[in-house]
């Protein structure tokens, strides 16, 4: 049964960011720097529902592509209502440990109304806010702090866009000093000049120690119109590239501040631009959906043999509405030529680019120049590499923060709930599909039963409903609300809020707590008990829902995934033997909560994935540094540690007909497979997940979860069914132990890509797959429409 009744919309991309590089010793020449290593940064996606995804790349270390390029691990949910409409990495110690616990976020008032526009300087250490007020105001982001330092002196426009001019050698600093002390080797470099696009036809070039304007650049107008100038940036030259509400390109030499070129590069406006770590390609794109490559290329002139200028290389069209935003791996630095990085020539750069079309696209972005005959593709879409001929890859965006699924499923009750920035729906599934194709294959087989609509303070941040239907648990970064789910003569459903629950839960938690959210949730399949993992704090608390009294009772919490003791390097090297276990878990009296005086330092991580085994005994847990924890709910105590995986698992699931067999699925379409009550991985299961099909590990869209058939009395094959945003695939996990030559997955091995976007996919019954589906034709028709000029004869 496939439905797409499920009103589901996720939100349109604002912004896209790469971490920054950081920045070499002044004292160093170009020749010395050498090529930098392949490291593949996180990409951050902002929303316009105020949601931030934190993105991973795939690939295994030191390896060169991935199919699934970049999957989101993490989500920082919004306040709601917000809208994020600028992202800025700042990394001061990159090559810092970051295994201790530091501050969640830090605030801090523009002073100056709305804030356009904002960008961090090349050394990471402050943050120019350009604002409504016509002020760009500076904030030190020093010591983990935001301090206003300085305020630039006001013009009477908007500031749309701002950009950091290169960097130069402090004058006091030594020379021969190789100290490689990132502090000090950041702080030798200076700023001296920012540029800003206001919303007066526009630019100015700013002097950083001052405050005060050097130099004022105009732009085009029409009719006597103002321009907005909407992006801007500067490369390692010096010179400024800015694009405006006339759909204009242009190139401004910042030494006189006068305009060198200019192209009607777009028919309407140029939102956004990004620069190619080479510094010779400038991507610009906007409200005509057209990503435009700007190349610089000699020319031959003869008192110049040495004369460059900027072309108008190539267009692409690859969303179906307005392009927000574009992002450039490896990152841009525009550092003077003297100490202009060098990067690998045969690996193509990747191109990212969203706006309201809600996806994000990943393009190879290699120049038209390279003289490299063989150019590695890092998300293997295509032999070419070439910006303009290349094939694009289109990310699958998720329903749920974290990479989970907005949708949940009540097996018994035969409901489906989906949640949204600050509400949910319930369905109820009517029929089989065997029984509405006997009656009458044209009847509605679902009905909407529930609406809510919730007050949070954030969007929500994870939801679950229970088997039986009685129970719904909901979710902001703050607070869990449980309801219990009360059907009436008719069928409908009212919810009853367990008012005291959020104090229930903060008993249980150490006093300096602030949040009872949840960033996790699991019924049991009996529905009696509740797991969460909480949104601060990584802790696990167990909730008994069948007391005698009807009140809900936290059994035991667990704080194991904030512990550092197993820990070398972020990763579990090896599982720790049952005596350590037993030890570790004695010190945890279940009557009592746990103290912060558990052994090791607290470790700062995310628990995003829980299990129940299908009989009620085992719960698993897994977190955001890849580490597994199993926990045995009939006696409340700490099971086992699983040796920990270069990447977080971005599914967990325990195998109905054999409960003591955990599945782990991770964003490069590996699997592991795992006997919580050998401590160890089966030797029969190596033969499966060293075989996977290559049509399955070489998908594009990274699976997003898996399902199990419910048992039957039938004796027939085992196999887990993965699902993915465009696809579905029926695996066999048995034993191939009769013939190990034959690879035990192949000849069973099934994929269809009927639906797209899939949004969940779970089994009501034996026999009985519910497919939610929501087409991507659906969401475009609730946008406005797109920007589109006739042509005549075309």
């Not at 931030?52 to 306040?79: F, H, K, M, N, R």
């Not at 990479?403 to 109820?428: F, H, K, P, Q």
């Not at 607070?479 to 069928?491: A, I």
């Amino acid at each position: 049964m496939a439905d797409s009744f499920v009103d589901f919309t996720p939100s349109a991309i604002t912004a896209l960011a790469f971490p920054p590089l950081p920045l070499p010793s002044p004292n160093k020449k170009a020749s010395s720097l050498g090529k930098q290593p392949i490291r593949f940064g996180t990409l951050a996606i902002g929303h316009a529902n105020g949601n931030i995804d934190l993105c991973e790349w795939t690939g295994a270390d030191g390896a060169l592509s991935s199919s699934q390029a970049w999957a989101i691990q993490s989500t920082l949910v919004g306040p709601y209502p917000s809208k994020v409409d600028s992202i800025a990495f700042s990394i001061r110690y990159p090559d810092g440990s970051d295994s201790g616990i530091r501050s969640l976020s830090r605030t801090i008032s523009s002073q100056g109304g709305s804030i356009w526009s904002m960008s961090v300087n090349p050394a990471s250490n402050l943050l120019a806010l350009g604002c409504e007020d016509g002020t760009v105001r500076l904030v030190s982001l020093a010591n983990d702090t935001l301090t206003h330092v300085r305020r630039f002196d006001r013009v009477k426009c908007r500031v749309l866009s701002i950009a950091w001019g290169p960097p130069g050698p402090r004058d006091n600093q030594k020379t021969g000093d190789d100290s490689s002390d990132a502090d000090e080797e950041e702080d030798a470099w200076s700023d001296s000049w920012l540029v800003t696009g206001g919303s007066d036809s526009s630019l100015r070039k700013w002097d950083v120690a001052t405050g005060r304007v050097i130099d004022r650049m105009g732009t085009d107008k029409i009719r006597g119109e103002r321009t907005l100038v909407w992006s801007v940036t500067v490369l390692g030259d010096g010179t400024i590239v800015s694009g405006d509400s006339l759909g204009m390109v242009k190139f401004w030499d910042s030494r006189t501040c006068t305009q060198l070129q200019s192209f009607q590069g777009h028919g309407a406006d140029v939102l956004c631009l990004t620069v190619d770590p080479t510094g010779t390609a400038v991507y610009t794109s906007g409200v005509d959906q057209k990503i435009t490559q700007f190349c610089l290329v000699k020319t031959s002139s003869g008192d110049k043999p040495n004369a460059r200028r900027w072309i108008q290389a190539s267009s692409r069209r690859m969303h179906s509405h307005d392009v927000r935003a574009l992002a450039m791996w490896p990152p841009y630095t525009n550092l003077p030529s003297s100490h202009k990085r060098q990067f690998p020539a045969d690996i193509a750069p990747i191109l990212a680019s969203g706006g309201l079309d809600m996806s994000v696209v990943v393009t190879p972005a290699g120049l038209p120049t390279s003289t490299v005959a063989k150019v590695v593709n890092p998300i293997s879409t295509s032999g070419d590499c070439i910006f303009q001929d290349s094939y694009h890859q289109r990310l699958a965006y998720s329903s749920g923060p974290s990479s989970t699924s907005a949708v949940s499923v009540a097996r018994e009750a035969r409901l489906v709930c989906c949640t949204r920035d600050a509400g949910l729906g319930i369905w109820r599934i009517l029929k089989t599909a065997g029984e509405k194709e006997e009656e009458d294959p044209d009847a509605v087989d679902w009905e909407k039963i529930l609406d809510m609509e919730l007050t949070v303070h954030t969007n929500i941040l994870a939801s679950s409903i229970s088997a039986d239907g009685r129970w719904l648990v909901v979710s902001d970064v703050y607070e869990s609300k449980l309801f219990l789910l009360v059907s009436d003569s008719t069928g409908s459903i009212k919810p009853k809020r367990i008012r005291d629950f959020p104090v229930l839960l903060r008993a249980h938690l150490p006093p300096k707590s602030t949040s009872t959210g949840g960033l996790a949730f699991q019924f049991t399949p009996d529905s009696s008990k509740l797991v969460i993992s909480t949104a601060i704090g990584s802790h696990l608390l167990i909730v008994d829902l069948r007391t005698e009294d009807g009140q809900p009772k936290v059994l035991r919490r667990f704080d194991h995934h904030r512990q550092s003791n197993s820990i070398v390097g972020h990763r579990v090297v090896k599982g720790r033997s049952g005596d350590e276990e037993e030890e570790e878990a004695s010190q945890n009296d279940p009557e009592e909560p746990e103290t912060e005086s558990s052994p090791g330092q607290p470790f700062s991580t995310s628990i995003l994935r829980l299990a129940t085994s299908f009989d009620g005994q085992w719960l698993a847990s897994s977190d955001s540094h890849g580490r597994t924890h199993v926990f045995n709910l009939d006696s409340l105590q700490h099971h086992c540690v699983l040796p920990s995986f270069p990447k977080a698992a971005q599914t967990i699931c325990f195998d109905p007909s054999r409960p003591n067999l955990l599945l782990l699925a991770f964003p490069d379409n590996s699997i592991q497979l795992f006997d919580v009550e050998a401590r160890q991985f089966p030797s029969w299961s190596k033969d499966i997940c060293d075989n996977l099909p290559k049509r399955f590990t070489r998908m594009h869209d990274h699976v997003l979860g898996v399902a199990f058939e419910p048992p039957s009395s039938s004796s027939a094959p085992r196999y887990a069914l993965f699902w993915g945003s465009t696809w579905l695939c029926k695996i066999k996990l048995a034993s191939s132990s009769s013939n190990p030559k034959i690879e035990p997955v192949s000849e069973d091995f099934r994929m269809i890509t009927h639906y797209r976007p899939i949004l969940h996919v779970d089994f009501l019954a034996h026999g009985e797959l519910v497919v939610v589906e929501r087409p991507l034709v659906e969401i475009l028709a609730t946008l406005p429409p797109a920007f589109f000029v006739h042509k005549y004869g075309g």
